[in-house]
């Protein structure tokens, strides 16, 4: 003999108004759990971009201390060591200039992730 089984009618109504919220909704809370991880993303990399340009602006300041204390000493000479200044100073350049394309590049990838989500 089959076991009947019988199910209250607001218990199933309940199930299926439950499941319609959840369906409903998945779109919306699963393009927000994307969004949220892309932006941690892009700010780790503009965090590293910004460590990056530090660790340069110290390496800057170590070489030219350096080259001023040895052309000061006559250990070096003037125009050599305007060189090593200059190429360090290049670098601090190309280090801000790659920090100001990173935030930028990111707060685009933001923009167009937000519009593509309806937001």
Known sequence: MALELKVNPQIVDSVYTTRAIVLDKAPEVGGSIIYQQVAQSLGLIVQDSVSHLGQILVLDAAITAKVAELMFMNAMDPEQGQKLVNFFQDAVAFSRANLQEVGNTAKEVLA????????
């Open 112 to 119: 167009d992730f937000k519009s593509m989500l309806g937001g």
